[in-house]
């Protein structure tokens, strides 16, 4: 932008300047012949001086032209430089999300459509999800948590209108405002995440999605559902596509009169679900065409559940704290069971923690977890993250993991 302001500047500077020396026509005979362009007029006058002072004179307004587009030139210059600068500075609250852009896919009427964009503090103070608005009633979003501690994770849950009030392709852009203080002063940042789907009209789905709610680690669970097809009569289910080994599906066709066709499905979260959130879709491939392409037409169908463990540990992840060198902090892990159990061991390869917990059997374990800051070079910011292992006598689950996050900054000087 700057180079191109540079170049119009100085075509219209020559322009300017060739025109107005055009202007006055120099006479070494002591006239001064002036032309006027817009009437032809042609006036010769006596001249007053020598030839050489009417020269000089009439340079005046050629070289005032010039001196005042320079000065221009360097306004401008001034100002874009300042522009670009804040052109080209990083969103601080766009880094915080994994992704800023998803698309439904193809789904179906009465779907539970309903994505997360997940977003991690990286940064070394909180971090307040002020506002959000979606450009399109066809999205609705609501914060999973307005404010997020340093190393704490968070999402924006957005979810697509499948009530039958909005078919066919739909998009939306989520504007979120967020806030930080950064050396006492207050900076908010603008990120937009966009969301993109297609609503079948002709293809009703009873529930929307497979929610399995909680599961018992070692349990399986099983759901149905009912997809019913109203167009082409020999529309058909083709194929079903998942991307978990826990995750079993089957379509069997119930109906099919005069274009009317229906699938009851059967979905099966097996034994092997390891612990924790259950959040996939099942891709069930259609014998229609896209349009203009030969690629087959894809129906998306969403599946949640939590498959809990036997023994679970709060918080995990843990953020252990940000810490100056010599500062030691204390945090506390706590472990839960429906059945009385003792912890036998508590460990970590960093010799920097330190851990106390209780050897008496109970249904819930209090472990506090020590960890002290060493010296670090100056100016420089170090991260450390440590598995934290506990184990236990709980025959179903010997041994829990917990992920713990340190970070360790200077001292301010």
């Given at each position: 932008?700057a180079?191109w302001i540079?170049?119009w500047t ?5 322009k ?8 006055f026509?120099f006479s070494?005979?002591?006239v001064?012949s ?15 001086s ?29 100002c874009?430089?300042?522009?670009e600068?804040g ?6 609250g ?12 193809s ?5 539970d ?11 070394n ?10 450009s399109?009633?066809?999205v609705s ?17 957005a979810r ?7 078919l ?5 852009v ?15 940042d603008?990120?937009?995440?966009f969301?993109s ?10 529930p ?12 399986a669970a ?23 080994p826990?995750i ?42 896209q ?10 169908l969403?599946?949640?559940?939590v ?16 810490l ?40 819930v ?26 184990a236990t006598n ?8 917990v992920?713990?996050?340190v970070?360790?900054?200077p001292?301010?000087?």
């Open positions: 932008m180079a540079v170049d100085l075509i219209v500077s020559n300017v300047c060739a025109f107005t020396q055009r202007r026509v070494y005979k002591g001064v002036h032309k006027s362009t817009r009437s032809g007029v042609h006036v010769q006058q006596p001249s007053v020598s030839s050489l002072r009417v020269k000089k004179n009439a340079e005046v307004p050629a070289l005032c032209l010039k001196v005042l587009f320079i000065r221009c030139l360097l306004l401008f210059l001034f874009v430089g300042f522009a600068q052109i080209v500075r990083e969103s601080w766009a880094v915080l999300f994994e992704t800023q852009r998803h698309d439904f896919g789904v179906v009427i009465g779907a459509a309903e994505f997360l964009f997940e977003l991690t503090n990286t940064l103070s909180n971090v307040r999800l002020l506002s959000l608005r979606s399109c009633t066809c979003a609501k914060f999973s948590t307005q404010l997020l501690a340093p190393g704490e994770t968070g999402a924006v849950i697509l209108n499948t009530s039958g009030q909005h066919q392709n739909r998009s939306a989520l504007t979120i405002q967020l806030e930080r203080i950064l050396n006492g002063a207050r900076r908010i603008t990120v937009q995440l969301v789907g297609y609503i079948r009209p002709d293809v009703i789905l009873t929307g999605s497979v929610e399995f709610g909680v599961v018992a680690e070692g349990t099983e759901r149905t559902l009912l997809m019913e097809y109203t167009g082409q009569p020999g529309w058909a289910l083709m194929s079903v596509e998942r991307s978990q826990y079993y599906a089957r379509a069997e066709e119930v109906k099919r009169e005069q274009g009317n066709v229906a699938y009851k499905i059967t979905v099966i979260l097996e034994e092997d679900a390891p612990a924790g959130y259950v959040r996939d879709v099942l891709r069930f491939t259609t014998n229609e065409l349009q203009g392409k030969s690629e087959p037409v894809e129906i998306v969403p599946i949640q559940g498959v809990r463990a036997s023994i679970q540990a709060k918080p995990s992840p843990m953020l252990v704290g940000i100056s060198p010599g500062e030691t902090v204390t945090k506390n892990i706590i472990i839960q069971s429906e059945t009385p159990f003792r912890v036998a061991n508590v460990s970590a390869t960093d010799n920097r923690f330190r851990f106390a917990f209780s050897e008496q059997a109970s249904t374990q209090l472990i506090s977890v020590s960890f002290s800051a060493r010296q670090i070079p100056p100016g420089v910011q170090q991260d450390f993250a440590q598995v934290i292992r506990i709980d025959p179903q689950q010997p041994s829990i993991t992920n713990a996050f970070r360790v900054v001292h301010d000087d």
